[in-house]
Structure formats: structure tokens, C-alpha cells
């Protein structure tokens, strides 16, 4: 049975079929990953909104919270079970709600779609613990299926407005300060900022100088040098730079400035930051104060003595000491004070004095009183010299004494005058003396010496002759004492005149003669020719070297050679009197003039003949001096002054 063939239009009608079947099944597919994708991005604006910084509160038309994210929840300091279902009310400040709910009914009314957050937008707000605060708020809305949505987005700026009061009042006070204060970019180093201070010390408006570089105010730097400077700032070499400068103001007149450069990061662009600061009255006290010290120094220098200040231990360790010290000790400051090479404890003081200044500094610092003291320094050439120091001590607020001061003086020729003050109080005593004791002595030694002499002539004993010898020598030996003490007492005065100094010396040698032979002396005299006379008294010249020559004599016992030079020297005619004996000891050279003082043995001296001779030179206004090395021998240096005819 053959099948019955389809009318065409059912063949059209199934085929139609078919096709709406597939469509239905592609908008079936697409509906499904559309369900999908709208899951998909529901959740990923749910996480936004959860992790936005910014708060994010949504309501309905009764303005009641139906989406409040964490950020909100943060700012408010409310949770956000706590908010859902609740009105904004609760986070707005009870003076501003009616106003508030106002604003958004005549927004929801309008249609508008949203407004920007912005300054036009600033509201306040409340905290969960009644804590006011400023907020910046835009606005959105969103109508489906007749039903609206209002959506706000909140950011709290009290932070922010606090910087922004902070940085306002701390720009009114870098305007206010009196240092001038300079903003230039780092490109063109045109000035953009600079504050009142600096406008009003220059004499320039701003708008001048946003015109201007810092080389249109600082004659003195050339653009190389100025870029030199900063390039430092620029390679992050130096976070600061600082330098003396002169700035000049609109009139023309100039000032010292000390500038203070910092490299800065200004929103968007580089700028350099200059802090001035003028100097005129800083640079007018150094100034005074280099002149002090010069002055100072100038006073220290030229002081005969010492300033000094130094620790308070043996070494008397120098901090400080003027530059003069090098004429009193021969040391320099420096090697007090910087190299430590010289200790004024150890290589100054004498030895012997060192114990006795400690003392004597400590105990007046355990008093608090200024010390005094006298004491010896060896100086660097090993000259002694006698010094005088007055100091106190520098304490602490504890009591703890960190320091002396004080001044130090070369008294050696104040010594040397008291020494021979008392000398001369010394001779002016023993001439007192002499001369008493020549008349209560004199008599009598004189009787006893006859009547020896005198029993000398008859005695037969030959014992007896002998001890009135004896008598008679030591009679004469007193005799010879008193005349020599009279002699010193009576100080003559002299009887000047124009004398042949060799001719005295001849009459000397004349009645020495026997002497020397008997104690095998060679005489050698030396004598310039055209000798000046001298203006002195031929007598007491007589007794001059008739000592000194006996004194020769004496320190050659065994023989040896007497040398006797004269010749001029300048003004003074000088005779050196030299023996080849035993010399003299170093330590006594300083002693051979001093009243009763002798080398020689007990007996064989009376102390007084070089005494008499350094009175009679001085008297002439002549000098004596004396040079000896202990066994080859010594030399005497006279000088007289020549006769001006």
C-alpha cells in the first residue's frame, strides 16, 4: 500500500515548528547563562561594595538602610545589623535631619540620576558615640520593576580637614616668621612661593619676584657657581646645603644671609626650598669678637709672664697657656698644649720645689682661697729661673675642683735684687761689727803682740822661743783679720784718676816675686798695645789683684802657670787673671763672694778677700766675673771703665 504524500503546507508547518523549537532552546541557553552571569556579577558588586573604602549606604523609598558595607559600618562605628532596616536619622546630627530627609525627597523627586562628591557636598555626621564629625557625601538613585533606590556614598574627611587647619595655620606662621622663606622650582628656579618676612626685608611684591631667580638676589654667585651648589640637592648627595652669602634688596643695599637648601617633592614638580636666615647682627658680633681675641691675643703674647689654665694633677697638665710662656720658659704653647711633648710638673719645676708647690696649691684648694707661691723652673736652655704664680681654683657645682688658673712671673732679677739687698744688709752689719771690733781687739792684740815680742828677744829656752812664735804668727794672722775687716768697714772713698793699668799689675807681680819662685809659678803677661788708661783709685786696684793673684798662688801649691791678659772691650779696659790649679767646684762659683765664704781649708782663708774685691769693682763701676774647671784650673774677668781724657 503505497504512504498518502503530505499537503505542502504542512511540510512548511512542520519545518516552522522545528525552527521556533531550536530558537526556544538557544533563548533557553542564553536565559540559563544569563541567570549566570547576572549571579556572577551580583556577587562581584557585593564584594566591591563590602571592600570599597568609602562608605556606602543604600535605602528605599521610606529611607530605610537596605545595604550598609563595612566601610560605613567603620565611619559610623555601627554595625551593620545594627543599621539594616533603620532610617539615616541615626547618623545625622539632630539639628540637620528635617533638612536632611528634605534633600533627599526634592533628589528622589527631581529624577536625577547623581551628584559628584565635592566640596559643594560636605555634611555632617554622627558617630555611634555621639562624636560629631565633617563628611563628604554623593548621591545616587535607581528605579526597577516601580520601585526606587536611593544609593549614598560617604568619605569621612575630618582627617582630612584637620591637615588641611593644620597645614592653613602652619602656612600663616612660615608667612608670619621673621627668616625669609623661599619656594623656586627646580627647572626654571623662578620663585613661586616666598613669604611676607622675606617680601618685606627685600622690598619686592610676589609679583616681582615670581619673575626673579635667587641669582637676581645674591650679587655675588655666578649661575655656575649657584648650579654647583645644588647639584649636591639634585644627585641626592646631600639632603641640605648650607652657605654664607650677601643678598641685595630692591633699594640697592646689601646684607649677610645665611642660606639653608633643601630638594623638595611638590605634588607634581620638584622644587628647592631656601631658608634665609640674616646675619648682620651675628656677623657684626664675630666680628667684634675676632677683635677681642686679637686683642687678647695681642695682650697674652706681649704679657712678660704666663696665663695658663690646666688640670689639677702632678704633671700640672696644660688646657691653656700663652703664647709668652716661649719667652719665660723657651717652650712653645704648642708643646704644652697640643703634642704633650713638655709636662710643667715634671720638666719645669726644680726637683727640690716640686713637693712643696703641691702642697702649698693643694691646701689653698682645700680652703677655696687664690695660692701664692715662689718656686724654681729649669728652662729649656737649663737656665734656673725664679718664678712667682698666683692661681685659684676652678670648681664645679659638686665641689669638685676640674681646673686652675692663673698667672705665672719671672722674678729672678727681683731675687737677685733681694739677694744682694740682704748682702748689702749683711756687709753693712759686718762693718758695724769690724769696727767695734777693731778698737775692743786692736789694743790688745797689739799689747800682747809686744810683750811676745818682747820675751821673744830675752827667753833662752829654745821651747820658749818657739811657743812665743807661735803666739807672735797667730797675733799677726788676727792682726791681719781685723785689717782686712777694717778695711771692708771703712769703705774709703776711692781717689780717682786716669791709671796705667799694666804699671799697677807690674808692682804687684814686683812684690809677689819671691813667691813664685819659691813655689815654681811661671808669670806670662799679656798686654794690647795702646792700652787706654782706667779711671780708677791705684790703691784699692793694688788690693784688687794682690788678692786675686794670692788666690792664684794659693790654688797651685805644687806649681803651675799664672797668665795675665789686658786688652780693650768697648768702653772698659777687661784683665783676665788665669791659674792652672785645682779650680772650683761648679756648685760653689755662685758663693766666692759672699761674705766669709772659702774654698780654701780652715785657717788658710778669711772669707773676705773676693768680698772686698767685688765691693771695690762695683764702687768703680767695673764688673768681675769668674770661669773654673775643677782641676785645670781657674780664670778671673775684671772690667774698669776707661779714662775719657
Known amino acids: 500500500m503505497s504512504a498518502v504524500p503530505r499537503p505542502p503546507d504542512s511540510e512548511q508547518e512542520l519545518h516552522l515548528l522545528r525552527q521556533e523549537l531550536a530558537e526556544l532552546r538557544a533563548v533557553q541557553a542564553m536565559h540559563q547563562e544569563t541567570s549566570k552571569g547576572l549571579e556572577a556579577i551580583e556577587q562581584q558588586l557585593a564584594g566591591i561594595i563590602h571592600s570599597a573604602m568609602d562608605g556606602i549606604i543604600t535605602i528605599d523609598d521610606d529611607q530605610k538602610i537596605v545595604i550598609f558595607n563595612a566601610a560605613a559600618a567603620e565611619i559610623f562605628q555601627c554595625s551593620a545589623q545594627e543599621a539594616m532596616g533603620k532610617t539615616l536619622d541615626q547618623f545625622i546630627p539632630i539639628p540637620l535631619r528635617a533638612a536632611h530627609r528634605d534633600h533627599i525627597r526634592r533628589f528622589a523627586e527631581t529624577g536625577g540620576a547623581s551628584r559628584r562628591m565635592g566640596a559643594q557636598r560636605e555634611i555632617g555626621g554622627v558617630r555611634g558615640n555621639g562624636e560629631l564629625f565633617p563628611l563628604e557625601a554623593s548621591i545616587s538613585q535607581v528605579e526597577r520593576s516601580g520601585k526606587r533606590w536611593l544609593t549614598v556614598i560617604l568619605r569621612d574627611i575630618s582627617q582630612r580637614k584637620q591637615n588641611e587647619a593644620r597645614l592653613g595655620s602652619l602656612g600663616r606662621i612660615l608667612d608670619e616668621a621673621l627668616n625669609e622663606i623661599y619656594v623656586f622650582d627646580a627647572a626654571t628656579l623662578r620663585f613661586t612661593q616666598v613669604n611676607k618676612g622675606a617680601r618685606e626685608n627685600i622690598g619686592y611684591s610676589m609679583g616681582e619676584l615670581c619673575a626673579m631667580t635667587p641669582l637676581d638676589l645674591q650679587p655675588e654667585l655666578t649661575n655656575e657657581m649657584f648650579l654647583e651648589l645644588l647639584s649636591p640637592l639634585r644627585t641626592g648627595q646631600r639632603e641640605q646645603v648650607g652657605f654664607r652669602a650677601s643678598h641685595r634688596r630692591k633699594d640697592g643695599t646689601t646684607y649677610p644671609v645665611e642660606v639653608h637648601l633643601q630638594y623638595l617633592q611638590e605634588e607634581d614638580r620638584r622644587v628647592f626650598l631656601a631658608i634665609i636666615l640674616d646675619v648682620t647682627e651675628q656677623v657684626a658680633t664675630e666680628q667684634e669678637l675676632q677683635k677681642a681675641q686679637r686683642t687678647l691675643s695681642t695682650l697674652l703674647t706681649n704679657l712678660p709672664g704666663i696665663v695658663y689654665r690646666c688640670r689639677n694633677d702632678s704633671d700640672w697638665t696644660m688646657e691653656f697657656i700663652s703664647p709668652s710662656c716661649q719667652i719665660l720658659t723657651g717652650y712653645s704653647s704648642e708643646q704644652f698644649v697640643e703634642s704633650r711633648q713638655?709636662?710643667?710638673?715634671?720638666?719645669?719645676?726644680?726637683?727640690?720645689?716640686?713637693?712643696?708647690?703641691?702642697?702649698?696649691?693643694?691646701?689653698?684648694?682645700?680652703?677655696?682661697?687664690?695660692?701664692?707661691?715662689?718656686?724654681?723652673?729649669?728652662?729649656?736652655?737649663?737656665?734656673?729661673?725664679?718664678?712667682?704664680?698666683?692661681?685659684?681654683?676652678?670648681?664645679?657645682?659638686?665641689?669638685?675642683?676640674?681646673?686652675?688658673?692663673?698667672?705665672?712671673?719671672?722674678?729672678?732679677?727681683?731675687?737677685?735684687?733681694?739677694?744682694?739687698?740682704?748682702?748689702?744688709?749683711?756687709?753693712?752689719?759686718?762693718?758695724?761689727?769690724?769696727?767695734?771690733?777693731?778698737?775692743?781687739?786692736?789694743?790688745?792684740?797689739?799689747?800682747?803682740?809686744?810683750?811676745?815680742?818682747?820675751?821673744?828677744?830675752?827667753?833662752?829656752?829654745?821651747?820658749?822661743?818657739?811657743?812665743?812664735?807661735?803666739?807672735?804668727?797667730?797675733?799677726?794672722?788676727?792682726?791681719?783679720?781685723?785689717?782686712?775687716?777694717?778695711?771692708?768697714?771703712?769703705?774709703?772713698?776711692?781717689?780717682r784718676q786716669g791709671i796705667d793699668l799694666e804699671a799697677v799689675l807690674i808692682d804687684v807681680l814686683d812684690v809677689l816675686q819671691e813667691r813664685f819662685q819659691k813655689h815654681h809659678i811661671q808669670v806670662t803677661k799679656t798686654v794690647s798695645p795702646q792700652l787706654p788708661k782706667v779711671w780708677a783709685d791705684p790703691d784699692h786696684l793694688n788690693q784688687v789683684f794682690l788678692n786675686l793673684i794670692l788666690n792664684a798662688c794659693q790654688a797651685m801649691p805644687e806649681g803651675g802657670t799664672l797668665s795675665l791678659a789686658l786688652r780693650p772691650t768697648d768702653s772698659m779696659v777687661e784683665v783676665t787673671v788665669q791659674d792652672t790649679g785645682c779650680g772650683i767646684p761648679q756648685e760653689q762659683l755662685s758663693k766666692i763672694f759672699d761674705p766669709f765664704f772659702s774654698t780654701k781649708a780652715v785657717g788658710e782663708g778669711t772669707g773676705l778677700g773676693l768680698t772686698v774685691v767685688h765691693g771695690i769693682l762695683q764702687e768703680h763701676q767695673g764688673a768681675i766675673r769668674v770661669k773654673s774647671v775643677p782641676g785645670q784650673g781657674t780664670s778671673f774677668m775684671v772690667s774698669l771703665p776707661i779714662h775719657a781724657e
Request: one cysteine or more; a positive charge; aromatic letters at 6%.
Open 342 to 495: 713638655v709636662s710643667y710638673g715634671r720638666h719645669l719645676i726644680v726637683q727640690d720645689d716640686r713637693e712643696r708647690v703641691w702642697h702649698d696649691v693643694q691646701a689653698a684648694l682645700k680652703d677655696r682661697k687664690a695660692f701664692q707661691i715662689s718656686y724654681r723652673i729649669r728652662t729649656a736652655d737649663g737656665t734656673i729661673k725664679w718664678v712667682w704664680e698666683q692661681g685659684c681654683g676652678i670648681f664645679s657645682e659638686t665641689g669638685e675642683v676640674i681646673g686652675l688658673e692663673g698667672y705665672v712671673v719671672d722674678i729672678t732679677q727681683q731675687r737677685a735684687l733681694e739677694d744682694q739687698l740682704r748682702k748689702t744688709e749683711r756687709l753693712a752689719e759686718l762693718g758695724t761689727l769690724a769696727s767695734g771690733m777693731a778698737h775692743e781687739i786692736g789694743t790688745p792684740m797689739n799689747v800682747i803682740l809686744g810683750r811676745a815680742e818682747l820675751l821673744m828677744r830675752k827667753a833662752t829656752d829654745e821651747r820658749t822661743r818657739r811657743s812665743l812664735e807661735t803666739i807672735v804668727t797667730q797675733v799677726e794672722r788676727i792682726t791681719k783679720i781685723m785689717n782686712q775687716l777694717l778695711s771692708f768697714a771703712r769703705k774709703r772713698p776711692s781717689e
